[in-house]
């Protein structure tokens, strides 16, 4: 039992699932390469947006033959752009376990109206990923943000299926191994496990999701922002940095002072292992105690990016109530920011385990979560 606060600190308390840590390194001065003040269509600006889709496909080591765009409206601008573009050519398949998920299946079934079977799990729980029809368009969520609950592998996606599959992997992208061949439009933002700024989306299509864009038009009207096509032909230019509207430099710069960071640290593999230990650490400290315990049913599907914790101690008579009071402790100590569960989540709290974040505050948090608790129960 800790009833007396612990010595040791995190040095960085911001455990925040989007956005998340800056990268260790990060310096506001590191930014002063940044073209501002001049335009993003100028050969400086367009050599910055290139160098961020070439380095994005590098460290994430995407085929050379899929396309990297870097579109408007962070990961959600990306996604519904695919969606509004690609799907009602065939039935799809909407497959939800949490929050965000949820929005997409609302997205296809209440606005885009298409036909849709919808398959969908309770917060901790995941849907049975073999079980889908492949030969519709699949849309789903790598890595469930608000459950923390992720898909463990690709195997069971067909390689020769008929459908798209779409994924968003926001919360997955540069902290779990993405099986390309199987993603025919993964989405994600950098503001989730590189800890750059929100504002841009980046949308990576397979071949096959090409070939759709080039031979399907949907049957409903797309504004500006969402259109990936002119005269039936991709436009090839968002994929070299040529932006459908004007993006943030700024932004622009820090992702790729992340981006050079994660380089810097073994790329994809260092990132994966940072995201590891941090998320290893906190199921240890879990492991260890009766009063807490992950969300993910299956630990095989625990997230290691965002770590959604439940108490479960039999004193607790108002969870959400007890959750939030922990949260509110550890932050007003300064040793926890922004580790309260996502608000259409079950109680409870969800610390972000992504690669900017250190092993070693992870550590020094969790003695103090344990104080948080004995004092709120004591309380
Ligand atoms: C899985 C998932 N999808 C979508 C979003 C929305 O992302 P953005 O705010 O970048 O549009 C989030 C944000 O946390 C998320 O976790």
Known sequence: MVTTKPAARPDNPRFS?????????????????????????????????????????????????????????????????????????????????????????????????????????EYGEIVDMAALNYDNDVCFTWNGTTSGVRVVSGDVIPADRAGLTLCDATSAAFAQDLPWDKLDVTTFSWQKVMGGEAAHGMLILSPRAVERLESYTPAWPLPKIFRLTKGGKLIEGIFRGETINTPSMLAVEDYLVALKWGRSIGGLDGLMHRANANARAIWNFCADKPWIANLAVDPATRSNTSVCLKFTDDRITDGAAFAKAVAKRLEAEGIALDIGAYRDAPAGLRIWCGATVETSDIEAMLPWLEWAFEAEINA
Do not use: N
Request: proline share 7%; glycine share 8%.
């Open 17 to 121: 699932s989007g956005p998340c840590a800056k990268p260790p390194v990060w310096k506001l001065d590191a930014l002063s390469d940044a073209p501002l003040g001049r335009s993003h269509r100028a050969a400086v600006g367009k050599a910055k947006l290139a160098e961020a889709i070439d380095l994005t496909r590098e460290v994430l080591g995407v085929p050379a033959d899929y396309r990297i765009g870097i579109v408007p409206a962070s990961d959600t601008g990306a996604f519904e752009m695919a969606m509004w573009s690609l799907l009602g050519e065939r039935p799809a398949q909407m497959v939800a376990w949490e929050s965000f998920g949820a929005g997409w299946v609302t997205d296809v079934v209440k606005q885009l109206k298409i036909e849709a079977t919808t398959h969908t799990a």
